[in-house]
């Protein structure tokens, strides 16, 4: 298995309140991925970074920011958190190759109360 | 933009029974196909993937899917279905993603199988 650990595993919060999501890789890969996962709509990209300090938007990235400062941490942060981002929260690594296969972290489950 | 449709939401086979999961595909170029599967509080795994060659791609725990360019399909199959592969089956594709040099996967919404023992 693919040396992704995702922290915390469950938060619940409060409306307004700044969370942030980490995850950290042991795999020394160059791209990380933030997904969220909703009822209905499978996968969305919000965010992804291809090196240090080098990201880009996805699909779903309003209210979202992110930060890679090291290789092996790529952060996700809701800098005021909304009922609407009560999701679950993936990170994934491209494998090698990079020719978009992903290998993922377990989820990190958010509630905004 | 490349999308991907699984027309089925849920199903539900009995066990021992044949199983194919569709998915369908929007992409103008030879796409990358992968196959993932959820069990309830995990992660994705990978299933398969197709990148080029061969049609007819095998993939982990006895699963198989076929790739049909004249139809821009992907369907997942297993001869037999056992009571642990209920899960949730994602299809994905990947395409180049400009800005980055990455490729990046646009997953389906999902279909969930349920096993009758």
């Known amino acids: 298995d693919a040396g992704i650990t995702q922290s915390p595993r469950h938060k619940v919060t409060e409306t307004g309140t700044p969370v942030t999501l980490r995850c950290h890789q042991t795999e020394n890969h160059r791209y990380m991925y933030w997904y969220r996962q909703d009822p209905g709509h499978g996968l969305r990209l919000i965010h992804y970074?291809?090196?240090?300090?080098?990201?880009d938007k996805g699909e779903v990235s309003d209210g979202y920011s992110v930060s890679r400062s090291k290789t092996e941490d790529f952060l996700l942060t809701l800098e005021s958190a909304t009922s609407s981002q009560t999701s679950v929260y993936f990170c994934?690594?491209?494998?090698?190759?990079?020719?978009?296969?992903?290998?993922f972290g377990e989820g990190s489950r958010l509630t905004v109360l | 933009a490349q999308s991907v449709t699984q027309p089925d939401i849920h199903i539900t086979v009995s066990e021992g029974a044949s199983l194919e999961l569709r998915c369908n595909y929007s992409y103008g170029a030879t796409p990358y196909l992968f196959w993932y599967v959820q069990s309830p509080g995990q992660g994705l795994q990978l299933l398969l993937k197709y990148f080029s060659g061969d049609t007819l791609v095998q993939g982990i725990k006895g699963f198989e899917a076929e790739f049909k360019r004249s139809q821009s399909s992907f369907n997942l199959r297993k001869p037999s279905v056992h009571w642990s592969d209920a899960a949730e089956y994602f299809c994905?594709?990947?395409?180049?993603?400009?800005?980055?040099?990455?490729?990046?996967?646009?997953f389906g919404k999902g279909t969930k199988l349920s096993v009758i023992p």
């Open positions: 970074s291809y090196g240090v300090k080098d990201t």
């Open positions: 994905a594709v990947g395409a180049p993603y400009s800005g980055a040099g990455s490729y990046q996967l646009t």
């Open positions: 994934a690594i491209s494998g090698p190759g990079d020719t978009g296969e992903l290998f």
